[in-house]
């Protein structure tokens, strides 16, 4: 993907969702980070199921703690890894009551020094939450960013670093989310729907399927 191709990528994904917005359900600074830590190898379909029932009753590290680690597995069982999950999470409120008063660090080395919070969960909650130009790498951002050209790279920090340095300023902010709900959508690992997909046309992987479809005198299907 040239310039002019990743320009033309994002600004059809905006026209199509000008506001973007995760899909895991929270309504404070927390609530995002316990979700998004939750979320490892688990659908937010799923995580918000188990925060829907937690989160009325525990939405705080304080009252997380109160529950403590047994309590809260309850809660979050049906969840993969739910008790390392639970451990992480208990081990993670502590942090926070500790030494910042029950409240959500807004830096990269704060965030990354949380039990069961990595590169990938500081992004999510830098973006999400703060504001900040991340990008969040996950199973569907290091796909894109291989199969379409945007960002080749052989690891999920190679493809982040590809990312930041090839989206234009102005897709930046919400570039994450276009890309998480694409891949989870349309441009899916096992059976990308590249003959309706809108942005094809930008794409490495959808012009390639263009051109074999031409070849044999294949018209593709219009988005």
């Known amino acids: 993907m040239n310039a002019q191709q990743i320009h033309g990528f994002f600004?059809?994904?905006r026209a199509a969702n000008p506001s973007p917005q995760t899909e895991l359900e929270y309504s404070s600074v927390f609530e995002l980070l316990a979700?998004?830590?939750?979320?490892?190898?688990?659908?937010?379909?799923?995580?918000?199921?188990a925060t829907r029932r937690l989160f009325p009753v525990a939405n705080t590290p304080q009252k997380i703690l109160a529950l403590g680690e047994d309590g809260l597995s309850e809660y979050i069982r049906t969840i993969g890894l739910y008790r390392s999950k639970a451990r992480h999470l208990i081990a993670t409120c502590q942090i926070l009551v500790e030494q910042y008063g029950g409240q959500v660090p807004r830096t990269r080395e704060a965030l990354e020094a949380l039990p069961g919070v990595g590169r990938k969960t500081a992004n999510v909650v830098l973006n999400v939450a703060f504001g900040e130009p991340t990008m969040a790498v996950?199973?569907?951002?290091?796909?894109?960013g291989n199969r379409t050209g945007l960002a080749p790279g052989k690891t999920?920090?190679?493809?982040?670093?590809?990312?930041?340095?090839?989206?234009?300023?102005?897709?930046?902010?919400?570039?994450?989310?276009w890309l998480i709900l694409h891949g989870r959508y349309v441009c899916k690992a096992r059976a990308p729907m590249c003959e309706s997909c809108s942005v094809a046309t930008f794409c490495d992987e959808g012009r390639r399927l263009q051109s074999r479809l031409a070849r044999v005198g294949t018209v593709p299907k219009k988005p």
């Open 11 to 13: 600004s059809t994904l």
């Open 138 to 144: 996950d199973t569907h951002l290091f796909r894109l």
């Open 156 to 177: 999920p920090l190679a493809v982040e670093q590809g990312l930041l340095k090839r989206i234009p300023e102005e897709f930046l902010i919400d570039a994450h989310h």
């Open 35 to 49: 979700a998004v830590l939750l979320s490892a190898q688990a659908t937010d379909v799923g995580v918000n199921k």
